[in-house]
């Protein structure tokens, strides 16, 4: 079974520009949960997304935002970018269903923001 | 705010020796898990603890659910230069959905 892929794996955009990142979950997983990754922050949720609806977010600003298709596949859009947007986002599949939330990662976008 | 702390930080070992992390909370979690990320990589998870007081083995690896739910513990015996990494415990943060809390990490190099 293939692992969550995250495309592209490294992007450099400058201050003021707009990013969009793409998730495809593991096949059958119908959550897909997206995290920012930076050395001070360490891991923060940013989202989720469960059969197209946003079911939990963040403490994060509107300028970051995300969608999710009818096949699981999620984008997360910032916009306006800022210096201290520069880290690794991280999107997890699941199950999504009840009991033990097990999550599993892809290896991640590397935003670097100029 | 839920938060989840864990210990040490930082750790530089010698290969063949043996060490704990801890992972410590005042919230109770209904499940938490351990991952372990390399350099330029997502997190791979490593195992779910579920029930209070649970323990489980992976390899040389063994994991521990506080009987009330709110810590856990990861030692690594006879720890060997493939270890290295960031290991990471994270819990739901939101009942059961796709929502983990995670510990800062802590940062584990084994020098052969």
């Known amino acids: 079974k293939a692992g969550v892929t995250q495309t592209p794996r490294y992007l450099i955009k400058t201050r003021g520009q707009q990013v969009t990142l793409s998730c495809s979950p593991i096949?059958?997983?119908?959550?897909v949960s997206w995290y920012q990754q930076t050395p001070g922050q360490g891991l923060q949720f940013l989202f989720e997304?469960?059969?197209?609806?946003?079911?939990n977010k963040g403490n994060f600003p509107g300028r970051f935002s995300g969608r999710q298709f009818s096949n699981s596949r999620s984008e997360m859009n910032v916009s306006t970018l800022e210096l201290g947007d520069s880290a690794l986002y991280l999107c997890?599949?699941?199950?999504?269903?009840?009991?033990?939330?097990?999550?599993?990662f892809g290896p991640g976008t590397r935003l670097t923001v100029l | 705010t839920q938060l989840l702390e864990q210990s040490p930080q930082f750790l530089s070992i010698q290969e063949g020796e043996n060490l704990t992390v801890y992972c410590n909370s005042s919230?109770?979690?209904?499940?938490l898990q351990w991952y372990r990320q390399e350099p330029g990589e997502g997190p791979v998870l490593l195992v779910t603890?579920?029930?209070?007081?649970e323990v489980k083995k992976l390899k040389r690896l063994t994991f521990q659910f506080g009987d009330a739910r709110k810590d856990s513990s990861l030692h690594i015996t006879a720890a060997q230069p493939g270890d290295t990494g960031l290991y990471l415990c994270?819990?739901?943060?939101?009942?059961?959905?796709?929502?983990?809390?995670f510990g800062q990490g802590t940062t584990l190099q084994v020098k052969p």
């Open positions: 603890v579920v029930t209070g007081g």
């Open positions: 994270a819990a739901d943060g939101s009942g059961n959905t796709g929502k983990l809390i």
């Open positions: 096949s059958g997983h119908r959550s």
């Open positions: 997304y469960f059969s197209e609806t946003q079911r």
């Open positions: 919230s109770v979690f209904s499940s």
């Open positions: 997890a599949s699941s199950l999504g269903g009840t009991g033990a939330n097990e999550q599993f």
